[in-house]
């Protein structure tokens, strides 16, 4: 796990599944770590800085930085954000700063079939801003990644939406047969720590090793072979993503569709030695 070309790492979106895995992992090594977060949170970094992307401390924290994770943005936007906003123009300050920084390197975590004519805006802003990063000219290494999730004291985002409450069904959108390879985080953070000092720019899909349907995740992580699930008809899914602001329309576009990548070029540069989701769950 060395980083020696990294000594000074920035982790923007600090705050998240990845953020919080990647810092405490980081903590085992000599690298001192600064968190860039929106709003004051206890993280396990050297530093935390508050506030905008270009605010004088981030931009201060960003130039001084050995190496730079891009974590920040939005796959499920709530109150004043978007994905405009928050993959888009968060990546732009922060390419901004970058490319006048010291850092050789910068790493992003992006999303399998992010494309700039997508009709999808998750996809679409997640291609914009792998490109905004490339214009920078340095070198950028970026990871197209399936559904991320954690164990299960800390699940994430994604996988918390599939556990059934008490009492209640496991609530699926369309058939539950989109096949899935869903990512173990800890495969997400050992990828971008071997990244930090190796490997040839570019970009890599990350996907974990088993594939199964929804449904089977849904089953896997309610550690319930019977667990009761609610499907909601793809059609129905659709309509409730344009009529109501609480569902984005591309996040439901996302869940419908099958989440799956091909692995191969990532393992092979970086040696990466992926996890299935049925050992931790």
Known sequence: MSIDRA????????????????????????????????????????????????SPPALAAIGGADCVVHLAGTFFPVGKSSYWTDNVVATEKVATAFKDSKAKRILFLSHVGANEASKNQYLRTKAQAERLLTA??????????????????????FAF???????????????GRQIVAPLYVGDAVMALILAMAEGPPGVYELAGPDQMSLDELVRLLNRNPEVRISHL??????????????????????????STGDSSRAKSTFGLKLTSLRSIW
């Open 7 to 54: 000594k000074t790492v920035v982790v923007t979106g600090a705050n998240g599944l990845v953020g919080r895995a990647l810092l405490q992992k980081l903590k085992q090594t000599q690298a001192y770590t600064i968190a860039l977060t929106r709003l004051p949170v206890d993280l396990p970094a050297n530093r935390v800085v508050t506030g905008s992307l270009d």
């Open 136 to 157: 920078t000219g340095k070198e950028v290494v970026i990871f197209r990644c399936t559904h991320i999730i954690g164990p299960p004291d800390v699940p994430g985002p």
């Open 161 to 175: 939406s599939l556990l059934a409450r008490p009492g209640k069904k496991a609530g699926v959108l369309g058939n």
């Open 233 to 258: 008809p793809t059609w129905a899914a659709r309509i409730l993503g344009v009529v109501l602001p609480m569902l984005p329309s591309a996040f439901v576009d996302v869940v419908l569709q099958d």
